[in-house]
């Protein structure tokens, strides 16, 4: 079969940074913040969309709704987009597949108190192949954008493509401003919180209300889109925040205070990667967080272990 000058022409006009494009209005779930993230303008996201949807011929954003959100079809074609980028970024890398840097991402906390040894351990057992630690403020810390090639992320993980394994359980933990009346509470209850403002980081965090039941969920929310902003809004006493073990123990912050919460549901903390072909050292990653994780907790870690 073949095809004519004009179909040529449109294959040739769909490049990589349509695919970057379209990821990153998948995952901020908005034009203006795909735009300030790809450092570009907000009419350039908009042209590079709809021109991607031209050549495929269906919508892959739903912009009907007050949030945008992807149509079945761009939900289908995110998958492959994801792979796609990941592809290029691999061919262009350059030096051997096993040599190139494994890039592992994270929002917040990363591996809680296995995070050191873990690093320590991949140094020794792997030196030709760096792994780099990087944190990124989105739900999935830059897998499905294939920033990374595979990624520490807490909750359920209900993004289609990816593949997730969790490799332990933490509780939780409030985290109120430590000159409040909750701070000297040796423990809480979810109920505590409800009469309070509760501060979600919507963008990569793990707590929404639902966390509460139904009859008894907070009525004031104050949003925010990072870790740094959610830890800054408690300190201010603007409200209080919910999150894991991991968070206390990898984030002292001043003028903050960390209280165990004694009803709500352990928090999942998983290694996941892409659906498909990625980094050659990725089962070696998976088997020795594994390894670390059972290791650690035979002996519970102190902050200060190597």
Request: proline share 8%; aromatic share 4%.
């Amino acid at each position: 079969m073949s095809t004519g000058p004009d179909t040529e022409n449109i294959r040739r006009s769909i490049e990589i940074r349509h695919l970057r494009t379209f990821l990153a209005v998948a995952d901020e779930r908005g034009v203006t913040r795909a735009a300030a993230l790809l450092q570009v303008t907000q009419p350039v996201v908009s042209r590079r969309l709809a021109a991607l949807e031209k050549h495929l011929g269906v919508r892959l954003v739903d912009r009907s709704t007050h949030h945008l959100a992807l149509t079945p079809e761009g939900i289908a074609f995110r998958d492959k987009a994801a792979v796609a980028v990941s592809a290029f970024d691999e061919a262009l890398t350059p030096g051997r597949p096993q040599d190139r840097p494994l890039r592992l991402g994270h929002a917040w906390s990363a591996l809680g108190p296995y995070t050191t040894p873990l690093l320590r351990a991949w140094q020794r057992r792997y030196p030709r192949t760096p792994l780099e630690l990087l944190r990124i403020d989105d739900r999935t810390a830059g897998l499905t954008r294939g920033e990374v090639d595979a990624a520490l992320l807490r909750g359920t993980v209900d993004t289609p493509g990816l593949v997730t394994e969790v490799l332990f359980t933490e509780d939780r933990v409030a985290t109120v401003a430590a000159d409040g009346p909750l701070a000297a509470r040796t423990s809480l209850s979810l109920a505590d919180l409800a009469g309070d403002t509760v501060v979600l980081n919507t963008v990569s965090g793990t707590t929404t209300l639902s966390l509460w039941p139904p009859h008894a969920r907070p009525a004031a929310t104050v949003t925010v889109a990072n870790t740094d902003d959610w830890f800054a809004a408690i300190a201010a006493g603007r409200g209080v925040g919910v999150s894991g073990t991991s968070t206390a123990r990898m984030h002292p912050y001043a003028g903050v205070t960390y209280v165990p919460l004694d009803d709500a549901p352990r928090l999942s903390v998983l290694l996941a990667r892409r659906d498909g072909p990625g980094h050659p050292a990725l089962p070696r990653l998976a088997a020795l967080a594994r390894e670390i994780v059972a290791r650690e907790q035979r002996t519970p870690p102190e902050d200060s272990a190597p």
